[in-house]
């Protein structure tokens, strides 16, 4: 049974930083790209940034400079670290393999003075 259990999130003023989790289980993780998505309310979930099995990455323009992927297989998780936090970067925050499989519950993040 594949599950993706987000955490890290909370309440962070504006230029802060968080880390945030994503463990994964049931599928092959090593094997897969993996991606971590956003969605604000009212909006339509996006990618922020994504990991090769290699390790290359890419990052949505809004987030570039300002966030970092990074994969530990040994660990089945997928990290992402956030800087300079914007009030726009609040949204719920969600792992995923690419292609996908079931989505988590996402862990939230409010970026607010």
């Known amino acids: 049974q594949v599950q993706l259990v987000e955490s890290g999130g909370g309440l962070v003023q504006p230029g802060g930083s968080l880390r945030l989790s994503c463990a994964a289980s049931?599928?092959?993780?090593?094997?897969?790209?993996m991606g971590w998505y956003r969605q604000a309310p009212g909006k339509q979930r996006e990618l922020v940034a994504r990991i090769t099995i290699g390790g290359s990455t890419y990052y949505a323009d809004s987030v570039k400079g300002r966030f970092t992927i990074s994969r530990d297989n040994a660990k089945n998780t997928v990290y992402l670290q956030m800087n300079s936090l914007k009030p726009e970067d609040t949204a719920v925050y969600y792992c995923?393999?690419?292609?996908?499989?079931?989505w988590g519950k996402g862990t939230l993040v409010t970026v607010s003075s």
């Open positions: 049931g599928f092959f993780f090593s094997g897969n790209v």
């Open positions: 995923n393999s690419i292609p996908s499989r079931p």
